[in-house]
């Protein structure tokens, strides 16, 4: 029943506008590129386009770093253009607009004249597609009142998020996540922790990245999540403060501020965020055993239910200096900590082949976990003339955790006899350090050309010591079998170079990214050690077509590598329960992907992509089960070949000002084959998931959302998953004076968002269910304080896509 709503809801709003409206009115592209009297592009620059009718600002534009910039979706009329330049707001151009138009080359001449501020608004939608990513915008979204990163991240489109192995993008594992465009060394549960541990309400920006340039680290054969944490652009001095409750099963309180201070030489920023969420997992696994033949001997059913309470604090805090016009110094400063806690009961009941009961198990999980995470970065930027800039990044970083865990399994006869008690007691500690310094040098030769080049090196080690006691009486004695103290160092070293052209209705990037990979590990409890020292090229290449003035056509090609996480590689054993563990396996090898992508972009806005994904060695966890023990574990393993055929649709629609949507889907064929476990996997699964934003201007200050996304069965190595599907839905309110936002939302209103995962391979069949507190109503208030005015372009800091991202 609920998935029959589910449909109805998801159906209606897609036709909602059509339905109400009718068909939108033909819009066109206005572009262009504006220089000064010098003739040098004008790099981030504010554009305004008014409306000659009423002289009415309809909407404003920053130039990128070649002084380019793009009016999409504007109707016909008369229409003046008008930049910010020293101050003063200049008319550069008057249009008649009967057509998709491009103005070429604009010279700005400079005047002294002041002018009172422009404030400026533009509301972006929640999902917006860009020619190299796709950008979930965080910051204005009702529909991420009071929720996680994680949270967020689980109604992107194509993302899922599996709190065991980690982030999942298109049904291929393999994606890096970046902080502010840093790499993070976390993954799997450790990744999963920290963005349960951050509000949503810190971010402003997640871009997932399908297809990276050379610029990028060559690692994530999926792509990359970039999280772009909020950083104020305004002059003076300003802040916001904001608290938020939530309800779902549990309370979920949060509250965060902000503050900035910015002038012609010195930005000040800084923020603090507190949340205290308790959530609650329940797990439900079935398994069957069976004897060499293939005949069921025993079914193993159990039920978990575990709380999870958790107390986080983030903060930031960062500098800019303006020392002249082309160079600004900074220092950003990024720390989270938080405890967590689980208090997790299980209930296991073991049948023969007949479905009598054999014995029953009892578990108690007690967990206290306190993690640190902290990094520094300074970066500096020089824009030299004629299109010259340089940057350079130093990063440093520790990502602490300290974990104790008690373990009680009581094993009991039908009867309620008790067969066996054991107590079980863990203590891990574990270390990341990571350093890393980078140079980035960027030429324009001309509007059309520009070379880029750069290096980076970055050196991570990892300390990850755990101890298993046994608890016999009141004394832990060490078992020494089972505890371990493993080390790990990693060092790549990286240049890269990249060449971008125009010719005519043609465009064309090409780049070489080579990197040196040196690691070694040491596994203390057995004397084990291993290294490894390789060199790999990435080349990556983007060709792009002009058809007509409403179609163009590219091609991208692009090499990656995925090397097996410091958790994949780690070979002591975490237990989850008595009967389930997860471990690590040192030999592991690195995935080498090479990706063909074809776009078609019609009208600027509707996008439709076909790709072709082909890896070796692809590493999946894989389960295995040892029938007479019962118990099973969970291991990473290279599967030999995986391919994927991908077909991918963006399209925006919009009614006026009153509704914006966008809709984006894709449907992809994965193919696993590889000899496993004695046995040789053929999957091959077609799947598809669909992604539907939509914002309602309801006017005197109101505002809706309504979101809704579909995941279909797909396979992934050993493990089909089931479909899984989210609705949500929020209003708001904002003041007269814009200074205060009031918001309410509802998250997973029909409870369809869970993870079940079915396996049959080998010895192996089996079914497990995952749900959480996922449908929650949160209530916040925001106020904003201090100057709002929009900064002077010249003082915007960044120029390109890592130094916007290194302060977010």
């Known amino acids: 029943m609920t998935r029959v709503i589910l449909w109805i809801t998801m159906l209606i709003s897609l036709n909602l506008p059509t339905f109400l409206f009718g068909q939108n009115n033909e819009k066109f592209l206005i572009s262009g590129i504006i220089e000064s009297e010098n003739k040098e592009k004008m790099a981030f620059h504010e554009i305004y386009l008014f ?21 999409q979706s504007i109707s016909k009329g008369n229409y003046t253009l008008k930049i910010n330049s020293g101050g003063e707001l200049k008319t550069i151009e008057t249009i008649d607009l009967q057509n998709n138009i491009e103005l070429g080359t604009l010279t700005v001449i400079s005047q002294t004249k002041q002018i009172q501020e422009v404030v400026i608004e533009k509301k972006k939608p929640f999902i917006e597609r860009k020619l190299d990513k796709l950008v979930v915008n965080v910051e204005n979204s009702i529909a991420s009142t009071g929720s996680t990163i994680l949270e967020v991240l689980q109604r992107s489109p194509g993302v899922m998020v599996n709190e065991d192995s980690g982030i999942n993008l298109k049904g291929k594992s393999g994606v890096v996540v970046m902080i502010d465009g840093k790499p993070s060394p976390l993954s799997g549960a450790d990744l999963i922790t920290y963005l349960k541990s951050i509000p949503a309400s810190n971010i402003q920006t997640i871009e997932i990245i399908s297809n990276p340039s050379a610029r990028y680290d060559a690692a994530g054969n999926a792509g990359i999540i970039n999280i772009k944490f909020k950083k104020d652009k305004n002059q003076g001095f300003n802040g916001s403060a904001t608290v938020a409750y939530g309800q779902g099963v549990y309370v979920k309180p949060s509250a965060n501020t902000s503050l900035n201070y910015r002038n012609k030489k010195w930005n000040f920023f800084g923020s603090y965020s507190y949340s205290n969420p308790k959530n609650f997992t329940y797990f439900f696994i079935n398994r069957k055993f069976f004897d060499a033949n293939q005949n069921l001997e025993s079914t193993f059913e159990q039920e978990s239910y575990t709380k999870q309470p958790i107390s986080s604090n983030n903060a930031r805090f960062g500098v800019d200096f303006y020392s002249t016009e082309k160079t600004i110094i900074g220092v ?5 900590w938080n405890t967590n806690e689980r208090n997790g009961r299980t209930n296991a009941t073991i049948t023969d082949s007949n479905g009598q009961l054999d014995y029953t198990t009892k578990t108690n999980i007690l967990l206290d976990e306190n993690r640190f995470n902290g990094f520094a970065n300074l970066n500096f930027k020089h824009t030299f003339s004629s299109g010259k800039e340089l940057s350079t990044d130093i990063d440093f970083g520790s990502f602490d955790s300290k974990t104790l865990q008690d373990i009680q399994n009581i094993n009991s006869n039908p009867d309620g006899s008790v067969i066996s008690d054991s107590k079980l007691a863990t203590n891990q500690t574990g270390v990341i350090n990571v350093k890393s310094i980078k140079a980035d040098y960027s030429q324009a030769f001309s509007e059309k050309s520009k070379l880029e080049i750069g290096l980076k090196s970055s050196l991570v ?17 060490l078992d020494i079998t089972r505890s371990n103290h493993f080390l790990y160092d990693e060092n790549i070293n990286a240049l890269y170079g990249s060449y971008a052209t125009s010719y005519k209705k043609w465009d064309f990037q090409g780049g070489l990214r080579i990197e040196n990979t040196n690691t070694k590990g040491e596994q203390l409890a057995t004397n084990e050690t291993f290294s490894r020292d390789y060199t790999n090229f990435f080349p990556n290449l983007v060709v792009n077509r002009t058809l007509s003035e409403n179609n163009s056509l590219s091609f991208t090609y ?3 590598i995925d090397r097996p996480t410091y958790r994949q590689l780690n070979p002591f054993k975490i237990f989850v329960d008595s009967y389930t563990y997860v471990v690590g396996d040192p030999t592991l090898n690195s995935v080498i992907t090479n990706l063909f992508e074809i776009n078609h972009t019609f009208k600027g806005k509707y996008s439709t992509t076909l790709s072709y994904t082909k890896s070796k060695e692809s590493i999946t966890d894989i389960f295995v089960q040892d029938d007479d023990t019962k118990i099973s574990y969970q291991i990473p393993a290279n599967i030999q070949d995986f391919e994927q055929y991908n077909l991918g649709i963006y399209i925006p629609f919009n009614y006026k000002k009153i509704v914006t949507s966008t809709l984006s889907g894709s449907v992809y064929l994965n193919k696993y084959s590889s000899a496993l476990q004695g046995g040789n996997l053929q999957q091959n699964f077609t799947s598809w998931d669909m992604n539907l934003n939509n914002t309602f201007t309801l006017g005197k200050g109101w505002s809706a959302e309504l979101t809704g996304y579909y995941q279909s069965k797909m396979v992934w190595g050993l493990f089909y998953i089931k479909d899984l599907a989210q609705i949500t839905a929020g209003i708001q309110r904002v003041s007269k004076d814009k200074n205060s936002t009031l918001k309410l939302s509802i998250s997973d209103i029909f409870l369809t968002n869970h993870i079940a995962v079915e396996v049959d391979y080998q010895n192996q069949e089996f079914y497990t269910d995952r749900t959480w507190d996922s449908r929650v109503a949160t209530i916040s208030y925001t106020y904003r304080f201090g100057k709002n005015t929009v900064a002077k372009a010249r003082q915007r800091s960044g120029g390109v896509d890592d130094e916007k991202r290194r302060a977010g």
Request: proline share 0%; glycine share 6%.
């Open 558 to 560: 692009a090499k990656r």
């Open 461 to 477: 080690s990892s300390d990850n010591d755990v101890k298993f006691y046994d608890v016999i009486g009141n004394e832990n004695v």
């Open 332 to 336: 950003l400063f990024n720390g989270n």
């Open 51 to 71: 409306q000659n009718s009423d002289n009415k600002l309809l909407k404003t534009e920053l130039t990128d770093e070649n002084g380019t910039f793009n009016f």
